[in-house]
């Protein structure tokens, strides 16, 4: 008898774990601990690209494209040094596939152009529509 009791008790913790907490706890959504890393990334590239595109249509003085390029070039080292670090930390790819899927924490901190109330969802330093410095 006692016997029974025990294996109805584990069934029905067993039919528990695995019918109803599924439905009832929803999965958290994997946020990759990479995620705001790949988010920086981006956007001193995108900096990068809106500041070239300024020089060439003469908007900016040498030593102000020359000085902004080296910050941002510094600034991407040390972003690209510390998703290095972070990836060989948490071993490799896994973390890589997450990066890709992951999407929610995007909108933690989103940028509004000053100039023209454009609407980013990474923080930047230069708006990607006018180009102008976000301070
Ligand atoms: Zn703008």
Redesign the pocket.
């Known amino acids: 008898m006692i016997i029974v009791v025990a294996v109805m008790l584990a069934l029905g913790a067993m039919f528990y774990t695995l019918f109803v907490r599924q439905q009832d706890v929803p999965e958290p959504i994997p946020v990759s601990p990479i995620q705001h890393l790949e988010d920086r990334k981006h956007a001193i590239y995108d900096n990068l690209r809106d500041l070239q595109f300024e020089y060439r249509l003469g908007k900016l003085s040498d030593e102000d494209y020359q000085q902004t390029k080296l910050a941002l070039q510094k600034e991407l080292a040390g972003v690209l040094a510390e998703t290095e670090e972070t990836v060989k930390r948490l071993g490799g790819s896994s973390v890589r596939v997450q990066a890709k899927s992951s999407n929610a924490a995007v909108s933690r901190k989103s940028t509004v152009?000053?100039?023209?109330?454009?609407r980013f969802p990474q923080p930047l330093k230069f708006?990607?529509?006018?180009?102008?410095a976000?301070a």
């Open positions: 152009c000053p100039h023209c109330s454009a708006c990607g529509e006018c180009g102008k976000i």
